[in-house]
Nanobody, 119 residues
């Protein structure tokens, strides 16, 4: 059974940086996509970024493109989200997610980590 555990959230001032990590157990090599979602209070969960198994494909939401970078280290069974130039509107609970599917629903979710950006 695949399990995902996030770490690295916290409080940061606007313009600052944070790096989130997602430790994957139970078979990272089986996951064709790994991604980061976020959910702000009163808003729907949204896809922030994802990366394919061989890191050949990546996607970024328009709101984070150029500021966030997703990466994965298969040897360490870990995925990362480097977040730079953070804005107050980036405040949310961030979740990592994974799936064996090339498209469609995400099957595995972490518990979430809070990111708060103060102005």
């Amino acid at each position: 059974q695949v399990q995902l555990v996030e770490a690295g959230g916290g409080l940061v001032q606007a313009g600052g940086s944070l790096r989130l990590s997602c430790a994957v157990s139970g078979g990272m090599f089986t996951l064709s996509r790994l991604g980061w979602f976020r959910q702000a209070p009163g808003k729907e969960r949204e896809l922030v970024a994802y990366i394919s198994s061989g890191s050949r494909t990546s996607y970024y939401a328009v709101s984070v493109k150029g500021r966030f970078t997703i990466s994965r280290d298969n040897a360490k069974n870990t995925m990362y989200l480097q977040m730079n130039s953070l804005k107050p509107e980036d405040t949310a609970v961030y979740y990592c997610a994974g799936t064996q599917r090339a498209i469609g629903p995400w099957d595995y979710w972490g518990q979430g980590t809070q990111v708060t950006v103060s102005s």
